[in-house]
Nanobody, 116 residues
Framework: QVQLVESGGGLVQAGGSLRLSCKISGTISSYNVMGWYRQVPGKQRDLVATITTGVRTTYSDAVKGRFTISRDNAKSTVYLQMNSLTTEDSGVYYC??????????WGQGTQVTVSS
C-alpha cells in the first residue's frame, strides 16, 4: 500500500544543481526515517542522506556541505537539494522509507547524470 515515487533527476553540468523529490503515498506511522541512496552499475546502493520525522539529518562524507535533505510532511514529500555537482555524483538515486517494525520501502529511482 505504501508507494514512493522519485522525480527531478536529469542531466546537468558539473557545478550545477538539481532537486530531487520523493512523494509518499499510503498509510504510514507518524515516526519514520526517509533516506536517499545512490547506486551505480556494478556497485551497491550507498546511503547519501537521511532525515527523521523530527528533521534530524545525516549525510555521507562525500556530500556533506553540498547536499541538503528536507521534508514537507504536509505534502508527504522528501527532497534532496544537490549543489556543486560533480561527475562522481552520477547514478540512480533511490528514495527509502524506514518504518517501525523493520518495515522498509523503496522508490523506483531517478537518474542523475553529471557531465564534465
Amino acid at each position: 500500500q505504501v508507494q514512493l515515487v522519485e522525480s527531478g533527476g536529469g542531466l546537468v553540468q558539473a557545478g550545477g544543481s538539481l532537486r530531487l523529490s520523493c512523494k509518499i503515498s499510503g498509510t504510514i506511522s507518524s515516526y519514520n526515517v526517509m533516506g536517499w541512496y545512490r547506486q551505480v552499475p556494478g556497485k551497491q546502493r550507498d546511503l547519501v542522506a537521511t532525515i527523521t520525522t523530527g528533521v534530524r539529518t545525516t549525510y555521507s562524507d562525500a556530500v556533506k556541505g553540498r547536499f541538503t535533505i528536507s521534508r514537507d510532511n504536509a505534502k508527504s514529500t522528501v527532497y534532496l537539494q544537490m549543489n556543486s555537482l560533480t561527475t562522481e555524483d552520477s547514478g540512480v538515486y533511490y528514495c527509502n522509507l524506514q518504518r517501525p517494525g523493520a518495515l522498509e520501502h523503496w522508490g523506483q529511482g531517478t537518474q542523475v547524470t553529471v557531465s564534465s
